[in-house]
């Protein structure tokens, strides 16, 4: 593509349809049994709270996910295929997130947040630990930029293995709260436009161990329209014959942007989730 | 599924994204070398005419594929992809295929049959060669049903290994000329109505060599409806995450509707395609 080698990590086919599930079973596995007996809470609408479902039924792990009121029907029956408890608790996920938590210290539960947890990023980064053994050497990667979570974990990895690697973070324009506090030089309270990238919006938390993190691992730092997510959307799917959600056509949408200046390069596009809602698929096409 | 153990074999992933890739590839190897140097004509509109397009380039074989008036841009787009020529002849394939027999005949070129061929169908039966090297034996397997290039290929190579596998027939209710023939004893001159399942469309060659194949080889033949088809192919989509053609969803609806009879087996479904009109897709969803 554009002259440049470009290979795929697919994890549109994770178990639960994300690359969450890897943090989110990181972490569970980290927990003492007396911690696992007490239970686990996180507050997610989203692929975190199926990836930490997914985890909790697997290792028999009791707890809740809490989501917000205005939570997609479609999201909360992927978190209860995995028989997980789901209470719907505030009026959106700041709400939600600020009920779990202190639900989780009233009754001594362990609160699993989806980015802001060691455990968490390290599990993340499993995917640039399969990506070294997958592929030789390559130059850049491209990955979606939320809480910074998945950037953290593969870029810390990558750059231990290749400090030369390039890390292109790639965030979509509506709601690009991490790319503008890496600038700022601190964190930034910033609202978010709606995007179709939903698998990376929400705030920053204040004091999240992402920031440092991202602020020493990001090279390059692209921004994309909803319109190019959009179409690098509907192009992926038509080319691949795959299904994959806006979060994942995020760096897709910003090599198409800049692969002029990646000729050949060998670049690796890390395709984060599948999990789009088929009435917004029926929407974009 | 339904207390069976099902496997999916996934030709959507396949080279063209169809199986159909297998059968061209495998004609246009046998080939002699004076026959390669005059060419290959195909009708297609559809997957043999981008697997054979495939092949054309791959092996440097001149040649031409003809669509009829009406096929579709997106097609003729995938054709023209592999820098095959295509040309618009009659108003439908039955028109298109008498047209390209023609030319072929006057001009010393092969005519490549979709599936009336002993070399089609033995290149599709490869998909048979991999069931046996990638799943210890199983009890059924599923198989959408058109000329019957595919059955006959998969179904005889799977025989051969293991008499006792059964072999199920899937036809789309609005175009079963196949399931009717055998039915009936004899090749039928059958209309077909409109199906979501276009890759299977089509009448039946007089004395075709599948006839007696797919006589032989149907354990049990199954006939779905354009709302199953439908329903399946969502559902698969939906739970999956990949896409599929309408083709690929008819052994889907056809295992579901069967399913309880199917207990305690060990299940493959061929999902033989990906090439689903985006349009299409919309439609559906």
Redesign the interface.
């Known amino acids: 593509m554009g002259n440049a080698e470009v290979y795929l990590k697919l994890e549109?086919?994770q178990l639960t349809?994300s690359f969450k599930v890897r943090g989110a079973l990181n972490k569970l596995l980290t927990l003492s049994e007396a911690e696992k007996a007490m239970g686990v809470v996180a507050a997610s609408s989203g692929n975190h709270g199926a990836g930490l479902a997914y985890g909790m039924n697997k290792l028999g792990i009791p707890g809740s996910v809490f989501v917000p009121q205005d939570a997609s029907p479609s999201k909360l029956d992927l978190i209860r295929g995995y028989k997980v408890e789901v209470s719907h608790h505030g009026k959106d996920c700041v709400e939600a997130e600020a009920f779990a938590r202190t639900y989780a210290a009233q009754y001594g539960m362990t609160y699993i947040s989806p980015y802001n947890d060691p455990d968490v990023i390290a599990g993340q980064g499993t995917v640039g630990v399969e990506l070294t053994e997958q592929l030789d050497q390559f130059d850049a990667i491209f990955i979606a930029l939320g809480g910074g979570g998945l950037l953290s974990g593969v870029g810390r990895l990558l750059k231990s293995h290749n400090p030369e690697v390039e890390i292109v973070a790639c965030s979509p324009e509506n709601s690009a709260v991490m790319h503008h506090s890496i600038n700022a030089g601190k964190i930034l309270d910033m609202a978010s436009l709606p995007t179709l990238s939903d698998g990376t919006t929400g705030g920053l938390e204040a004091g999240s161990m992402t920031f440092s993190l991202c602020r020493t691992l990001v090279d390059t730092s692209i921004l994309v329209t909803e319109q190019e997510i959009s179409e690098a959307l509907?192009r992926f799917?038509?080319e691949h014959?795959?299904?994959?959600e806006g979060a994942a056509a995020v760096p897709v949408a910003a090599f198409s942007q800049h692969m002029g200046a990646y000729k050949g390069k060998r670049i690796v596009l890390l395709i984060c989730g599948?999990?789009i809602d088929?009435?917004t698929?029926?929407t974009l096409?």
């Open positions: 549109n086919f349809g509907i799917i038509s014959h795959m299904l994959i599948a999990n088929l009435q698929l029926k096409l």
